[in-house]
T-cell receptor, first 110, second 113 residues
């Protein structure tokens, strides 16, 4: 079982819609969670971090964490073609190791 | 504020050779983590350096080694290169060790032939 699991996609949404990206994790010791965006051929870019149960909003992005269900999600409102990228979910426990999922490819259709 | 930088951008090596990749951390950050990202995969944690000492290591063999310097820049060394070492090598910097928010450099694309 992978420690952090994501659907590889592609997830296709029309421009202006809400994109919902999901991630599950197996390590109950994980305390910190991160969402990164990675454009093709580029390095990952941190877009959200979340540490507590509930929602965290930053502009068009909302991260959601449910530790009881071991579930993390990222909502992107008013999706734009420029949001088309691979979104990486990552979790970290008490140690230094940050474990990444394989990423979900998002396609926003104009 | 200066971001994370890495050099070189691209590198081609032959199997069995050795390679050194370099990373300069973001201003104000004292921790550097190295990752290997194969095509279509997420980054895999290699190791982390904090205050010039290795501060955690992933499932990589000893031929992957590193250093951190007093200015917090870092090197990743890989000996006896294998074809499977071909990947994007990413450096990420953060503050105060541990699993804090990490900011990635542009990466070094290594091709082993």
């Amino acid at each position: 079982q992978k420690e952090v699991e994501q659907n590889s996609g592609p997830l296709s949404v029309p421009e202006g819609a809400i994109a919902s990206l999901n991630c599950t994790y197996s390590d109950r010791g994980s305390q910190s969670f991160f969402w990164y965006r990675q454009y093709s051929g580029k390095s990952p870019e941190l877009i959200m971090s979340i540490y507590s149960n509930g929602d965290k909003e930053d502009g068009r992005f909302t991260a959601q964490l449910n530790k009881a269900s071991q579930y993390v999600s990222l909502l992107i409102r008013d999706s734009q073609p420029s949001d088309s990228a691979t979104y990486l979910c990552a979790g970290a426990g008490g140690y230094q190791k940050v474990t990444f999922g394989t990423g979900t490819k998002l396609q926003v259709i104009p | 504020e200066t971001g994370v930088t890495q050099s070189p951008t691209h590198l081609i090596k032959t199997r069995g050779q050795q390679v050194t990749l370099r990373c300069s951390s973001q201003s104000g950050h004292n921790t550097v983590s190295w990752y290997q990202q194969a095509l279509g995969q997420g980054p895999q944690f290699i190791f982390q350096y904090y205050r010039e000492e290795e501060n955690g290591r992933g499932n990589f063999p000893p031929r992957f080694s590193g250093l951190q310097f007093p200015n917090y820049s870092s090197e990743l060394n890989v000996n006896a290169l294998e074809l499977d070492d071909s990947a994007l090598y990413l450096c990420a910097s953060s503050s105060s060790g541990g699993a804090n928010e990490q900011y990635f450099g542009p990466g070094t694309r290594l091709t082993v032939t």
